[in-house]
């Protein structure tokens, strides 16, 4: 099993920004993937960024040049700094952790863009 801890989340104004933490504990193995994703009010949930264990990156288009995925393999954390915030960006962002092919989520952390 793998335990997932967020935080950063929080309330910002338009063009503000935000860092998110996701530090996973349990039973580690070495290549694995660790990533964010979001969930608007009345949307679905969508992929926002993931990092690999060689830290190969993704990002959806949303928050391409905006968003930077990073992460510390010996800390097992992951860290998503968000810059110039939009109202869009408001919803619940979670942390996913995937290795041998499961995923295990994170409690979620709330993000509101608003001013």
């Known amino acids: 099993q793998v335990q997932l801890v967020e935080s950063g989340g929080g309330l910002v104004q338009p063009g503000g920004s935000l860092r998110l933490s996701c530090t996973a504990s349990?039973?580690?193995?070495?290549?694995?993937?660790m990533g964010w994703y979001r969930q608007a009010p009345g949307k679905e949930r969508e992929l926002v960024a993931s990092?690999?264990?060689?830290?190969?990156?993704n990002y959806a288009d949303a928050v391409k040049g905006r968003f930077t995925i990073s992460r510390d393999n010996a800390r097992i954390a992951a860290y998503l700094q968000m810059n110039s915030l939009k109202p869009e960006d408001t919803a619940v962002y979670y942390c996913v952790y995937s290795q041998l092919r499961r995923d295990y989520w994170g409690q979620g952390t709330q993000v509101t863009v608003s001013s």
């Open positions: 990092i690999t264990s060689g830290r190969s990156t």
């Open positions: 349990g039973s580690i193995f070495a290549i694995n993937t």
